[in-house]
């Protein structure tokens, strides 16, 4: 079992930069490939970025990429999302996921998920 806690999401202006932080329990950290997803209110769920267990491999939504940056600390068991240059449509609540397997866009594939921390840009 894995439990997961975001913390770091806030107001912020467009242009702005936050960074989410996801605590991990347990001491198997390391061999859960993590994800973050993001869900706008009247929108599903959607991929943000993702990250193996090792972190060499990083993935990312085309409508991030270059602005965010997925990222771990093995040692602290935390996972990182910094968020650079934010708009008003990346405004949703973020969540972070562990899965057992590959870092995959799917959140399907995920096993554990945060409660999830409000994001929200003004313009």
């Known amino acids: 079992q894995v439990q997961l806690v975001e913390s770091g999401g806030g107001l912020v202006q467009a242009g702005g930069s936050l960074r989410l932080s996801c605590a991990a329990s347990?001491?198997?950290?390391?061999?859960?490939?993590m994800g973050w997803f993001r869900q706008a209110p009247g929108k599903e769920r959607e991929f943000v970025a993702s990250m193996g267990g090792i972190g060499s491999s990083t993935y990312y939504a085309d409508s991030v990429k270059g602005r965010f940056t997925i990222s771990r600390d093995n040692a602290e068991n935390t996972a990182y999302l910094q968020m650079n240059s934010l708009k008003p449509e990346d405004t949703a609540v973020y969540y972070c996921a562990a899965s057992r397997y590959l870092p995959a866009r799917d959140y399907k594939a995920y096993n554990y998920w945060g409660q999830g921390t409000q994001v929200t840009v003004t313009s």
């Open positions: 347990g001491r198997t950290f390391s061999r859960y490939a």
